[in-house]
């Protein structure tokens, strides 16, 4: 069996012979690997999607409940995490990553809509966009090394990153548009 740690693969022999599936370590022993890949993945962000859409179009037009609202769908994907057998604390640096960059990018797009309606709410998301990456990555990168120096293993999965970053991200702009349309008023 192999164990994947943050430096390197190390071969964990079983009864008769070594067994090739990877797993996560954790102080309780092997997670299933088949939990977290790419089946059970997209299965889980398939069906959040829907989730969140159906949530969103029936308070889409109500500005003080929206923010809310998002911010608590954000907490939707960490229920396939736990029946993976994740932590919340091993995701997040990809919640901190999508709360930083969505959250930006919620900025971006609201301050592009001011300025050219519509079509500055596209452009300022897509620069937004690139340019909250590039920030959100630094962050996302310095979480996972405080992860790894406190033996917390944030070993990457299809289902730990695709789950982790669309918490943050629905974290991220809910608080976004929370703040612009409730405490500071802006209007549609």
């Not at 923010?67 to 994907?77: E, K, Q, R, T, Y």
């Amino acid at each position: 069996m192999y164990i994947r740690t943050s430096s390197d693969i190390m071969p964990i022999w079983g009864i008769n012979e070594p067994v090739r599936i990877y797993g996560v370590m954790r102080n309780s022993g092997l997670i299933n690997m088949k939990k977290q890949g790419i089946v059970p993945a997209l299965t889980s962000v398939i069906i959040i999607s829907i989730v969140i859409i159906s949530v969103v179009s029936f308070v889409i037009y109500n500005v003080k409940l929206i923010g809310p609202v998002i911010i608590l769908l954000g907490f939707i994907p960490w229920i396939p995490l736990r029946i993976s057998g994740r932590t919340i604390k091993s995701v997040g640096a990809d919640i901190v990553f999508g709360a930083i960059d969505t959250g930006i990018l919620g900025i971006a797009a609201l301050v592009g809509a001011s300025f050219a309606g519509v079509l500055g709410a596209i452009i300022g998301g897509a620069v937004g966009d690139s340019i909250t990456d590039g920030f959100a990555g630094l962050f996302e990168g310095k979480i996972a090394e405080h992860l790894r120096k406190h033996g917390i293993e944030e070993a990457r999965t299809p289902l730990s990153s695709s789950m982790g970053k669309m918490s943050g991200c629905l974290i991220g702009v809910g608080i976004v548009l929370g703040i612009a349309w409730s405490i500071l008023g802006i209007s549609i």
